[in-house]
């Protein structure tokens, strides 16, 4: 990925809880246009990782660059304004909102209303089934209908960074399959994209780039498809052992 301006760069990034050190040193890139995948098994640091980048975990040291801003010191919603997006684990809609009001509070910090409604109709291009449910309550969607929403949601801001956390969470495989093909679709639109996932085979797949945690480290890193062709890539990442014995990291 040489050669591509990074959207976010993260550099030896330690954020602690107590005594407990959730990231010990962790440093990547996010290139515009991109996917990057940031895996690993429960309690690696990726879901740390988001919340440092977005100002809810504060780390101990290290720099968040995002478009050649630091954000570190930064509060979470001067964060968002700057052009990041997040889809939080668990999608977390307002249920009892329409799916209508859900994605305009998703543009809630945008005065160019023109602008809007033409994202807002462009966006209901993109997920019909939004469309058709424009004005039903959110809390009434489908689990894959409110996954969608809560992409909507985030895209809605016109972000330069969208950040997924475990978007295939509680999905049937079907939905996680179309879920993760809407990600693929977004992303050929120019949507820079990091993922955070625990279905590593899925996000290999589509990742043009991946960084593994293990232990708040990063174990191991490359091109998603040639990661996802790693010998016993799954056996390691499952905790079943340990990367370090199995892989050869970059």
Known sequence: MQGISPVLEIQDLKVSYGAIKALDGVSFTVP?????????????????????????????????????????????????????????????????LTVLDNLLLGAYFRRDQEARARDLENLFQTFPRLAERRHQAAGTLSGGEQQMLALGRALMSRPRLLLLDEPSLGLAPLLVQEVFNIITRLNRQGVTILLVEQNAAA????????????????????????????????????????LDENLNPC
């Open 32 to 96: 515009a246009g991109r996917i990057v995948a940031l895996l690993g098994a429960n309690g690696a640091g990726k879901s740390t990782a988001l919340r440092a980048i977005t100002g809810l975990a504060p780390p101990q040291s290290g720099r968040i660059v995002f478009g050649g801003i630091e954000l570190r010191g930064l509060k979470t919603h001067e964060i968002i304004r700057a052009g990041l997006a997040v889809v939080p684990e668990g999608r977390r809609i307002f249920a009892n």
């Open 203 to 242: 996000a290999l797949s589509i990742a043009h780039y991946a960084y593994i945690l293990e232990t708040g480290r990063v174990a191991l890193e490359g091109p998603g498809p040639e990661l996802l062709a790693q010998p016993r890539l799954q056996e390691a990442y499952l905790g079943e052992a340990s």
